[in-house]
Structures are given as C-alpha cells and as structure tokens.
C-alpha cells in the first residue's frame, strides 16, 4: 500500500484501524485496542476500531470524530498541518506522537513489534517537521 498521510501527519497507511488493514486481518481491532490502551491510556472497542481516514467524505468513518485539525486544515485548503502558517499551534500539538517522550514516559523499552503497531503510524512531529523542511 503507498503512502497515507493524514491531515495532522499520522500514516494511515500503517495504522492497523485503517479499513484496508482490518479487512485483510479482523484480529487488527483487537490488537489495537489493547495497545493503544497500554501506551495512550485510551480503550476504544475493538468491534468500533475502523477508519476510514480524514480524507474520506463526511460520511467516511473515522476514529477520532472530535479532531478538531481535520476541520482546521480543510478550511484553509492545505493538504495537512506541515503547510500551515500557524505549524505548532495547541490543536496540532495536542496530537504529536514523539517516540523518545512516549518511551520515557512507560518507563521501559517498547518493544519494536509495538512501536510499528501502536506509534510509528502516529510518529506526526518529525514527519511535519521534514515536510516543512522540503
């Protein structure tokens, strides 16, 4: 599967909601909704775990349906937040995934299995910031 960026720099693409990833394997719903319970704190049921991404149509599902940097950056008429004016601003960062920050703050080495499953595809600040570099 090529490249998904979202609007905020999530790869939906490797993120194991995306509807193409749970059609080719069921067991994804689950799986995510344990890890991102274990690393984001947040438990979502696996039978409501498939996305659809932010550049469906308004009727697409999506996991997060109170986002509020899809909306933003639809209205300014960008592709996503690493062509924005106003790049960093408290609705983006409320939604930066850091690997370094989410190891130190479960206190132990992710395993690599984890980090592709549950943050590599939400890795959004050093992606944003390469693309702004471009």
Same mark, same amino acid.
């Given at each position: 599967?090529?490249?998904?960026l ?5 790869r ?16 994804? $719903? ?10 984001? *704190?947040?438990? /979502? =049921?696996? %039978? ?12 697409g599902q ?6 509020s ?25 409320? $939604? ?10 479960? *206190?132990?080495? /992710? =395993?690599? %299995?984890?980090?592709?499953?549950f ?16």
């Open positions: 599967m090529e490249e998904i979202s609007r905020c720099g999530y939906c693409d490797l993120c194991l909601a995306y509807r193409p990833n749970v059609e080719a394997n069921e067991s994804n $719903r689950q799986i995510l909704s344990d890890g991102w319970h274990k690393y984001f *704190g947040f438990r /979502i =049921p696996p %039978e409501e775990i498939i996305c659809d991404g932010c550049f469906a149509d308004a009727d999506r996991i997060d349906k109170g986002c940097v899809r909306p933003c950056v639809i209205e300014k008429g960008l592709s996503n937040c690493s062509q924005c004016g106003e790049y960093g601003c408290e609705k983006l960062r409320t $939604r930066w995934v850091v690997y370094e920050q989410m190891a130190e703050a479960v *206190g132990y080495p /992710i =395993p690599e %299995e984890d980090r592709a499953r943050i590599a595809p939400y890795e959004n600040k050093a992606r944003l910031d390469q693309l702004r570099k471009k």
